[in-house]
């Protein structure tokens, strides 16, 4: 129970540091923004590994943080295949391939009300459907490789994407629509000029909703079929071998994975969207 009432201690002196900084004279400075998260993080680490090894929990049930460090240093090659695998081959051509096709439809549906109309009730029927009754079905059509996950990851981005650019695409005003057609403006000079910058905003909300997305996406499918390879596989095998840390290893990579490839995203958006009021500090 020691290390256990030594987790309490880090709890408290961590929660002490962070309110000091947040509340200090320094609380506007970059560094004090970024050390209060990792400290936090820090702060989580330590309190799990106390705790594991404090209450003596089994390996199977939650391995410390330090035996999960220690798989990732030893397993590197594996975990590298397995991300090239779900996340290049599968979650990011998917990713690419769902955007550019929603951004085509909704150019499309933007100039038919009809097509708009019919489109979107259609998109959020789709988008509600469960991934674990669909990702079998593409498995089947498009067989066990990478192809079928990106095929999963295209049904998930595509209509969180196409609602976001159809309703971007409406944010300007009809004062400001009807302004560029007294310029004498085509409707692709409107478009590329007024209609898609005031849009970015909503594209970019889409685009960090659907990183998210397809990342689990990639990794759902997997689960139900895959080639020797892929965070899904891994994680479904490693299950039933209870190899428990390599479970772990698989999760902070795609954890990581993931919060390199949003960040990527809200960063271009900053400078993107740069106007935008979100973005002023």
Known sequence: MTLVFAAFAV??????????LANGPARDMTATRLAVPVIFGLTLLAIWELVVRGLDVSMVILPPPSVIADKISTSLPILWTDFVQTFVKGALSGYVIGIAAAFVVAVIADRSSFLRRGLLPVGSFVAAMPIVGTAPILVMWYGFDWQSK????????????????????????????????????????????????????????????????????????????????????????????????????????????????????????????????????
């Open 150 to 281: 990106a095929a999963v990851v295209v049904v998930m981005v595509f209509f969180p994407m196409l609602v976001n650019i159809t309703a971007g695409l409406q944010e300007t005003s009809a004062m400001q629509r009807d302004q560029m057609k007294t310029w004498a403006a085509s409707y692709w000079q409107g478009f590329w000029k007024l209609r898609l910058p005031a849009a970015m905003p909503f594209v970019f909300n889409g685009l960090k909703i659907s990183s998210t997305l397809a990342l689990i996406g990639a990794i759902v499918a997997e689960f139900f079929g895959s080639p020797i390879s892929g965070m899904g596989f891994r994680i479904s095998t490693s299950v039933g071998q209870l190899a428990l840390d390599m479970v772990w290893a698989e999760i902070f990579v795609a954890a990581l994975s993931g919060s390199v490839f949003y960040g990527a995203i809200a960063l271009i958006e900053r400078g993107v969207t740069f106007w935008h009021p979100s973005q002023r500090t």
């Open 11 to 20: 709890w408290a002196l961590a929660w002490w540091g962070n309110v000091w």
